[in-house]
């Protein structure tokens, strides 16, 4: 059997969880998978994979050789395309799904540069605080800020952002700046209503973690909102860097408990097959891991 193949099958089944999934991405047999998945095991003297009826885990050698043969595919994949596309502009229309907190004006202007660097792709871009099926409703790819991404689609870092729970001056001063994160209940909360942040712990002084506990007066579904009630004294919120940044430079909002913090989440473009990945989609992605990686250095 063909390395490669075998090792580009090894990648879909770990990506996807499942052999059938990978060998229907991959167009093959299901047996065929396993077979080339067995080769490789056997031409490597050890057990990548632990298989059940319902599971598939990653062994401990599995884990290693994962991520250093997954690595040298990507690097070979973007050989590949550099070579076999390189007059092959991206065009086209890319839908993208995105959260609603990436409505900044520095997202627009790298939109906007993206634009210039290629004009012949129309991002089609909606933002919404759901986790869409990229499939099934038609999206190219999808923004999603995450600290454990769907194991069914492929996941590329862009950037870290952390979220700041905020909230004006005036609201603490009514009713008096907590100190402690046990101390936050007496404050009312926006939270959202599309995910659950009941098992969230702040992270203090020395590494302390201590359970948040929050009192809501408001859940919604839209980052906007939540903002705008925020800065309207209504409660305090968890919000992410880029929107409110802006806000605690000028003092109109403030950092509550400033000591302790959430952990960052990471923000990934997410999408459902490398096989035959349009210039479009790759042109999108490279740009903004560019843009936004950790090597740039910009905040959006």
Same mark, same amino acid.
């Given at each position: 059997?063909?390395?490669?193949? /075998?090792? @580009? ?8 969880? &499942? ?9 093959? &047999?299901? *047996? ?10 056997? /031409? ?6 632990? @298989? &059940? &009826? =319902? ?14 043969? +997954?690595?040298?595919? !990507? ?6 395309? /550099?070579?076999? =596309?390189?007059?092959?502009?991206? @065009? ?40 869409? %099926? ?13 600290? %454990?991404?769907? $194991? ?17 001056? !005036? ?14 209940? =007496?404050?009312? +909360?926006?939270? $959202?209503?599309?995910?659950?942040? !009941? ?5 203090? *002084?020395?590494? =302390?973690? #201590?359970?948040?506990?929050? @009192? ?56 459902? #097959?490398?096989?035959?990945?349009? $210039? ?21």
């Amino acid at each position: 059997m063909d390395r490669l193949t /075998s090792l @580009r099958v090894f990648r879909e089944v770990v990506d996807a969880g &499942s052999f059938t999934t990978a060998a229907a991405r991959l167009g093959l &047999s299901a *047996p065929m998978a396993s077979k080339h998945v067995a080769q490789l095991e056997r /031409s490597l003297g050890a057990r990548l994979l632990n @298989r &059940s &009826s =319902r599971h598939l885990s990653l062994t401990e050698a599995g884990e290693a050789w994962y991520g250093q043969s +997954a690595q040298a595919l !990507d690097l070979l994949d973007a050989a590949e395309a /550099s070579i076999g =596309r390189k007059n092959e502009a991206p @065009r086209g229309v890319l839908k993208v799904s995105a959260p609603v907190w990436c409505a900044t004006p520095h997202f627009a202007e790298a939109l906007a540069a993206y634009r210039e660097a290629c004009p012949e792709v129309l991002v089609d871009m909606h933002l919404e605080n759901r986790k869409v %099926d990229l499939a099934a409703d038609g999206y190219d790819m999808a923004l999603r800020a995450t600290q %454990d991404p769907s $194991p069914a689609l492929i996941a590329r870092p862009l950037c870290r952002v952390q979220f700041h729970l905020v909230a004006t001056p !005036d609201l603490l001063a009514r009713h008096g700046e907590p100190v402690l994160p046990a101390d936050l209940a =007496r404050l009312g +909360a926006i939270v $959202p209503s599309y995910v659950n942040i !009941d098992g969230l712990s702040l992270r203090g *002084p020395g590494g =302390r973690q #201590s359970p948040l506990r929050l @009192r809501p007066v408001l859940r919604s579904d839209d980052t906007t909102l939540t903002l705008h009630a925020v800065r309207a004294g209504m409660g305090m919120s968890f919000l992410p860097e880029w929107l409110v940044d802006d806000d605690l430079a000028r003092g109109t909002l403030v950092r509550v408990v400033p000591d302790f913090q959430a952990p960052a989440v990471t923000l990934f473009a997410v999408y459902t #097959s490398r096989q035959h990945m349009a $210039p479009k989609l790759r042109s999108f992605i490279d740009f903004f891991i560019e843009r936004m990686g950790p090597a740039a250095g910009a905040k959006m």
